[in-house]
């Protein structure tokens, strides 16, 4: 640190230079990333809240009641009426909340102390983290050929220590829908905890359904599901970080709760202490100010882009791993290595993302990729060829 004060100024010039290293959304060549640059309304709100703090939630009543309106919210679009949870800071920790609980549950009632939980291969590594901190062992489950995950698999996977089973609702890597009905019905015969990562998923699926598109059922009208992971800084246009995590039933909070004999609450379930009001402000504002309608046409117009995107691709000699369910598209060049083209992208100032299962270029198609900026891709991809 620097002994004397610093002039704001000089402060801001040099903030500014190193910002200005970064890479931006709206130049609309960031390919790989599930976030995007937040609606100007919620960052101002965000900004408003800056100094509230949820892990003393009887010091801030009135963000408290905010937190639990959007949890509310975003149960109800999940087909729950009385939804439990919190906002948290992404999907990661709403993964590791969900397995949190699921162990803590399958430890209480049923006396289970080194638990396993079956994640699909294509599942975040966020559950690795999870796995590692909670002590579980991961049992993954096996792909079908269509990668998504492969329910015999599944039943097979289960044995007398499985704590939870994972499913997803939007892979990271090909923005796929796992047979979750299927997964629900297994684990409600077997008495096992659900989780479904909706991280991608969860602020779009909705809607996309709501406009007539053909998408499998995968939130909490299905008995099984006891948890559902769905982020705000993703396919919601809030700020980073807010992450969401559902639960059923109040008493998954419960077995994952500590005293915190000082504060103006006796018990804490979340993993995080100090923690941002900020985030549930701006994730209420702007559920509010898009509405299901302002979100149903994002979801749409996304799913545009990724149509138009996919059928140019194949007029042009590439392969799309599979038709797409969710705005992401995966591709290859039957003539080349998916890393050499890769780094022709980079070359011409593209940021590129590669997926490993199976190998391919991986295109996120989030709000900050325009039509024109796919025109541009498109132009890249043919002079490639
Ligand atoms: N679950 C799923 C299905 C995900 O895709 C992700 C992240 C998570 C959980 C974890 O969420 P958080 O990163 O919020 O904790 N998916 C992207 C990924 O890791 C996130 C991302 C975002 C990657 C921006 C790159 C990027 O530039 O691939």
Redesign the pocket.
Known sequence: MDEKPIDKQDILDELEKLHSLDHNYADGR?L????TEAHPFAKEVYCKFLDTNLGDPGLFKGTKQIENRVIKSIGELLSLDNAYGNIV???????LMAIRAARNHARKYKGITDGEIIIPDS????FKKAADMLNLKIVEAKLDENYKIDVESVRDAISDKTVAIVA?A????LGLIDPIGEISKIAHENNIYFHV?????GFSIPFLKRAGYDLPVFDFSLEGVCSI?V?P??MGLAP??A?GIIFRKEEYLDVMAVDSPYLTVKTQSTIVGTRLGASSAATYAIMKYFGKEGYTKIAQNLMENTRFFSQNLKEMGYEIICEPELNIVAFNHPQMDAHALAQKLEGLGWKV?VAKCPVAIRVVLMNHIKKNHLEELLKDLKEIL
């Open positions: 960031i790989g990333s599930m976030c800071t992404g999907g990661t920790e709403a993964n599942a975040h590594f966020s997803i939007g892979t990271t890597e990562d909706a991280a991608f998923g992971t982020d800084h993703k980073i970080p992450g993302s």
